[in-house]
T-cell receptor, first 112, second 113 residues
Framework: GQQLNQSPQSMFIQEGEDVSMNCTSS?????WLWYKQEPGEGPVLLIA?????ELTSNGRLTAQFGITRKDSFLNISASIPSDVGIYFCASHYGGSQGNLIFGKGTKLSVKP | GAGVSQTPSNKVTEKGKYVELRCDPI?????LYWYRQSLGQGPEFLIY????????DSGLPNDRFFAVRPEGSVSTLKIQRTERGDSAVYLC???????????FGPGTRLTVT
C-alpha cells in the first residue's frame, strides 16, 4: 500500500544550526503536508504544498514539493530550542478527501 | 476561538471493558476525523465524518470499533471488548470541509491493562 518514508528518524543538533529532513514514497501524491507534534499535543500543520515543484516558506521553515511528486523536504534554518518535537510528513491517501497518511516522523532535539 | 477538545485526556481500562472517547470539534467545522497513534508512529486514519454521516470508515480495524456523530458536531468513538493492543493515543481532528486543513485535538491516551 501507500507509505511515506521519513529520514532521518532522529536528529540531535546544536542551537543555531540548520536542519534538513525529507519524506519519500514509491507512490505519487498530489499534496504534501508537514506537521509538528510536541509531547501531549496533537499535530500542528506547519506547511501545505499543493503543486509539484512548489517551494513554500513559513518563517524559518521552508518546504518543497518534489517534481516527481514522490518526495518532499523540510528545512529549518537557525534552529532554536522551541523547535524540539516530532516532524511528520503527510498526504491524502488514495484520493480521499479526508484520509491522511502520515510518515513515522523525525524527532528533533536541539541543544542550547 | 476554541480548538478541538477531547475527553478524557487519559483513560485506563481493563481488558474486555467498553470505552467511549469524546471529541468536540471546532465550531462550524463540518468534517471530523479520528486517528490512532501508537508509540513511535505517525497517526493512523480510522474514520472521517462529513456532517452526521461516516464518509470513509475504511481505517476502523475491526467491528469492535464504532463511531457516531449524531448531530453533526460532537463525535464519540466507541471501543467494545478492549484488548491490550488497543492501547494508543486517539486523536480527533476537524476541518471546515472535507479536504481542508485538519486541526487536531490533544488526544486521549488509552491504556488497556
Amino acid at each position: 500500500g501507500q507509505q511515506l518514508n521519513q529520514s532521518p528518524q532522529s536528529m540531535f543538533i546544536q542551537e543555531g544550526e540548520d536542519v534538513s529532513m525529507n519524506c519519500t514514497s514509491s507512490s505519487i501524491f498530489n499534496t504534501w503536508l508537514w506537521y509538528k507534534q510536541e509531547p501531549g499535543e496533537g499535530p500542528v500543520l506547519l506547511i501545505a504544498l499543493y503543486k509539484a515543484g512548489e517551494l513554500t516558506s513559513n518563517g524559518r521553515l521552508t518546504a518543497q514539493f518534489g517534481i516527481t511528486r514522490k518526495d518532499s523536504f523540510l528545512n529549518i534554518s537557525a534552529s532554536i530550542p522551541s523547535d524540539v518535537g516530532i516532524y511528520f510528513c503527510a498526504s491524502h491517501y488514495g484520493g480521499s478527501q479526508g484520509n491522511l497518511i502520515f510518515g513515522k516522523g523525525t524527532k528533533l532535539s536541539v541543544k542550547p | 476561538g476554541a480548538g478541538v477538545s477531547q475527553t478524557p485526556s487519559n483513560k485506563v481500562t481493563e481488558k474486555g471493558k467498553y470505552v467511549e472517547l469524546r471529541c468536540d470539534p471546532i465550531s462550524g467545522h463540518t468534517a471530523l476525523y479520528w486517528y490512532r497513534q501508537s508509540l513511535g508512529q505517525g497517526p493512523e486514519f480510522l474514520i472521517y465524518f462529513q456532517g452526521t454521516g461516516a464518509a470513509d470508515d475504511s481505517g476502523l480495524p475491526n467491528d469492535r470499533f464504532f463511531a457516531v456523530r449524531p448531530e453533526g458536531s460532537v463525535s464519540t468513538l466507541k471501543i467494545q471488548r478492549t484488548e491490550r493492543g488497543d492501547s494508543a493515543v486517539y486523536l480527533c481532528a476537524s476541518s471546515p470541509r472535507g479536504g481542508d486543513v485538519q486541526y487536531f485535538g490533544p488526544g486521549t491516551r488509552l491504556t488497556v491493562t
